[in-house]
């Protein structure tokens, strides 16, 4: 390609960037607006009159008890990324290598999961979740692993199958258990298979909202899509400062935590693809 041609290439993907980060850049200035300024001018940034500081993140905190919110996500995310990583890594390693009816019939259900469009589980799962008494964020961890399983248990199955079995074989001359084979040899090797999954799950299980609002009680726990949900006055007023701050407050620790890890996520692929 020539100069011209990279100039042009760049100068479209330097436009395509900002166009998908307008909508971020947005929501931030208008954090920093009073409720009328962003209501009459959502597109303007803060002038002297509009710019009211942090008074809308001061709102959503103690008004809303965002704060409470974002303990309770942080609850539910890491325990249920932690579940997924450790059960899924460990099925992935059975299926791969007990080569038996029972387990080819567990990774096909696995799979048969990542095609079931959740509308048409969602009434039974919240069903199922009250007789089970899974209403909590103890509870919900459990929901999420069956819900999670499916991807995760692919791509584990799949960079298994590239590990050579030599090395577990080596392992378990030397006097190892099935479980020390495992947890010393394999689970070191899948390394980058674990950060990129922990990476796709963390973003979906921070972000999600239909799973909490079906299962959870949010009269005693909500996360932080269900308080921004409910940020709401009487005859349907919303409260639009409070919601920019929060959606501004909600999305820093899910860029930090993927910014920090993206690279761990190009590792992981080029891993797999190069590995066998």
């Known amino acids: 390609m020539n100069q011209k041609g990279k100039w042009y290439g760049t100068t479209f993907l330097t436009f395509l960037c900002v166009f998908w980060i307008m909508p971020v850049l947005v929501v931030l200035w208008n954090s920093?607006?009073?409720?009328?300024?962003?209501?009459?001018?959502?597109?303007?940034?803060?002038?002297?009159?509009?710019?009211?500081?942090?008074?809308?993140?001061?709102?959503?905190?103690?008004?809303?008890?965002?704060?409470?919110?974002?303990?309770?996500?942080?609850?539910?995310?890491?325990?249920?990324?932690?579940?997924?990583?450790?059960?899924?890594?460990?099925?992935?390693?059975?299926?791969?290598?007990?080569?038996?009816?029972?387990?080819?019939?567990?990774?096909?259900?696995?799979?048969?999961?990542?095609?079931?469009?959740?509308?048409?589980?969602?009434?039974?799962?919240?069903?199922?979740?009250?007789?089970?008494h899974l209403t909590n964020p103890w509870g919900i961890i459990i929901v999420y692993l069956g819900f999670g399983a499916g991807l995760a248990v692919f791509m584990f199955t799949g960079f298994v199958r590239s590990i050579p079995i030599e090395i577990e074989e080596a392992a378990m001359i030397d006097g190892c258990t099935p479980l020390q084979t495992f947890f010393k040899v394999v689970m070191p090797i899948m390394k980058p298979t674990y950060i990129s999954v922990g990476i796709l799950e963390t973003m979906w299980i921070w972000n999600d909202f239909l799973l909490p609002y079906l299962v959870l009680d949010i009269k005693k726990y909500k996360t932080i899509s269900?308080?921004?949900?409910?940020?709401?006055?009487?005859?349907?007023?919303?409260?639009?400062?409070?919601?920019m701050a929060a959606l501004i407050l909600a999305v820093i620790p899910v860029i930090i935590f993927y910014l920090s890890c993206q690279k761990y996520i190009i590792k992981g692929v080029a891993a797999g693809a190069v590995k066998g």
């Not at 992935?92 to 019939?105: E, H, L, M, Q």
């Open 32 to 132: 920093f607006k009073d409720k009328n300024a962003i209501n009459l001018q959502p597109f303007r940034l803060p002038t002297h009159e509009t710019f009211i500081g942090a008074e809308n993140y001061a709102q959503a905190i103690n008004k809303y008890g965002l704060l409470n919110s974002v303990g309770w996500t942080v609850f539910i995310t890491v325990f249920s990324v932690a579940a997924i990583l450790l059960f899924c890594s460990m099925t992935g390693w059975y299926i791969t290598r007990v080569n038996s009816k029972w387990s080819k019939i567990i990774y096909m259900l696995c799979i048969f999961s990542m095609v079931v469009p959740f509308q048409m589980v969602m009434f039974t799962l919240s069903l199922v979740a009250n007789m089970l």
């Open 226 to 243: 269900i308080v921004i949900q409910y940020m709401k006055g009487s005859y349907g007023s919303v409260d639009m400062g409070a919601i």
